[in-house]
Structure formats: C-alpha cells, structure tokens
Nanobody, 122 residues
C-alpha cells in the first residue's frame, strides 16, 4: 500500500495557473491525477507511467502537464489557462499491474490521496 498526500490546491481566477503536488510513501509504476466535481463522477485528468510516458484527458490537453520527481517520490500537475469547469477536488492515485488502457480509469487504482480543492472563478 502506498500513502499519498496532495497539496497545492486553492482559488484562482480563470486564465490563472496552479501546481499540485503529491508525495508518495513509495514508488509505483502508475501515478495519476483524477478530479471530482460536485454531483459528478471522478474522472481521469492525467497519468504518467514508470517510463515517463504521459496520458491526458482531452479536456486538459495543452493546458495541464503531469510530471514526477522519482528521487523525491513526488508527482506534479501544472495547470495553466484554468477554466471554471476545472473546479473540482483533485486526487492523486498510484498503482501498478495494468496497461495503458487503465491509466485514466479510477476503478483500477487502489491507492488514493485525500484530495485537494481547486476553485476557478470566472
């Protein structure tokens, strides 16, 4: 089991930027970001595999960048050009044992952080 702790959420105006961080207690092959808005299902935002290959939801391509520092077991999500529809609680997830088809699917992950709230105002 991997413990995950997110930070970096906050309130920002549309067009602004935020960087989220997630510190993991150990290394895993997959590390990802998900988000959940009120009354909506949790959705995959971005994922990075053990080789550094990245995957993004269409809604954030070109605006968000996922990266990780293996030495620090830390995952990042740089969010630029934020929109009100990006408002959600963002969760870090980590796991291994599945292929790229599962990268942005919440049900395959067993390790989750507590979430950090991002609010984007218009």
């Amino acid at each position: 089991q991997v413990r995950l702790a997110e930070s970096g959420g906050g309130a920002v105006q549309a067009g602004g930027s935020l960087r989220l961080s997630c510190v993991a207690s150990g290394a895993t092959y997959w590390m990802s970001w998900f988000r959940q808005a009120p009354a909506k299902e949790r959705e995959g935002v971005a994922a990075i595999d053990g080789g550094g290959k990245t995957y993004y939801a269409d809604s954030v391509k070109g605006r968000f960048t996922i990266s990780k520092d293996n030495a620090k077991n830390t995952l990042y999500l740089q969010m630029n050009s934020l929109k009100p529809e990006d408002t959600a609680t963002y969760y870090c997830a980590a796991d291994y044992g599945f292929g790229s088809a599962g990268a942005l699917r919440a049900h395959v992950y067993h390790n989750w952080g507590q979430g950090t709230l991002v609010t984007v105002s218009s």
